[in-house]
């Protein structure tokens, strides 16, 4: 499985401002994806991170709000713009991977953003 | 987006109990995963299920994928207290490495 490491674990950010959250994979992979996790809940598809080409969001999310960039196959940024407090949540990266025709879907640590 | 249905929601055991969760669908999918999450970290890939029918074991663990595609469970055998986490079931159709997934299982163990 592949490494991923996300900086930072945690942030507590005023509103108004805007946090980036940069997710770098210890090998090259095709497909890398953002999560949300709001306290208490489950985790829901931000965005396909998309390399050399814009993201692609899912519904209810827009790249005002979330710009991502894939500058290449190991790394990828989150941006969360404009904080408000229905902002805190856990933001995780995730790597897909195949073995053959298995896939299977892997993440990093998250980030803790607490929104004052 | 989209979840699944998982149940149960919570669940509270005693130690060397074992323990049986499920996730539901409405539409089919290909892959099954399951995934614990303790506090503060991310998601941790259990098992992966990837056929109809399919069961599969990782030690205590044992997972299948419904008949149907639409359901999968996981059992966990004489739990110990290492097991307290969420429980996180996710399915996948095709091969866009898109996960929708299920609402959790809260696992607390009762000392």
């Known amino acids: 499985s592949a490494v991923i490491s996300q900086k930072p674990s945690r942030d507590i950010c005023q509103r108004g401002t805007s946090l980036t959250i940069q997710c770098q994979v210890d090998?090259?992979?095709?497909?890398m994806f953002w999560y949300r996790q709001q306290p208490g809940q489950s985790l829901t598809l931000i965005a396909t991170?998309?390399?050399?080409?814009?993201?692609?969001?899912e519904s209810g999310f827009v790249i005002d709000k979330f710009p991502i960039s894939r500058p290449n196959l190991t790394f990828s940024t989150l941006t969360v713009s404009n904080m408000s407090p229905e902002d805190s949540s856990i933001y995780l990266c995730?790597?897909?991977?195949?073995?053959?025709?298995?896939?299977?879907?892997?993440f990093g640590q998250g980030t803790r953003l607490t929104v004052v | 987006g989209q979840q699944l249905n998982q149940s149960p929601q919570s669940m509270f055991i005693q130690e060397g109990e074992d323990v049986s969760m499920n996730c539901t669908s409405s539409s089919i999918f290909n892959t099954w995963l399951w995934y614990k999450q303790d506090p503060g970290e991310g998601p941790v890939l259990l098992i992966a299920?990837?056929?109809?029918?399919e069961l599969t074991s990782n030690g205590r663990l044992t997972a299948q994928f419904g008949i149907t595609r639409k359901d999968s469970f996981l059992n966990i055998s004489a739990s110990i207290p290492s097991d307290v986490g969420i429980y996180f079931c996710a399915g996948l159709y095709g091969g866009n490495e898109k996960l929708t997934f299920g609402t959790g299982t809260r696992l607390t163990i009762i000392p």
């Open positions: 090998s090259q992979v095709t497909m």
């Open positions: 299920l990837y056929k109809a029918g």
């Open positions: 995730s790597v897909g991977g195949h073995r053959g025709v298995r896939t299977e879907a892997f």
């Open positions: 991170a998309n390399q050399g080409s814009e993201a692609t969001y």
